[in-house]
């Protein structure tokens, strides 16, 4: 594996914990009907903020599961296109 390899798949680790971790795409909701109050990227630890109060009711983060794995997924896909294109599809054997 060369350099270039390795910073991509250095660059491919970062971005998943970034998009995976730090900035999960979340809902913010309140209420017995699950009103949704805003829609932002937040840390995964931040599931539920009991500072504030929406009309008598404390907003919960709600993870969007589907944005989530399809974000990790076209990371992936990305990240081993471009590992394949740095590869110049020499095939080592062991």
Do not use: C
């Not at 907003?59 to 590869?87: A, D, K």
């Amino acid at each position: 594996m060369n350099k270039i390899q390795k910073r991509i798949l250095i660059t491919y680790g970062v971005l998943l914990i970034l998009f995976g971790v730090i900035l999960v795409p979340f809902k913010l909701v309140y209420g017995p009907e699950h009103m949704i109050f805003d829609v932002k990227y937040a840390p995964l630890w931040s599931l539920v903020d009991q500072s504030n109060s929406v009309n008598g009711f404390n907003p919960m983060y709600e993870l969007q599961t589907s944005r989530l794995v399809y974000t990790i997924f076209i990371l992936t896909l990305l990240g081993s296109i471009i590992l394949l294109l740095t590869s110049n599809g020499k095939l080592k054997e062991s």
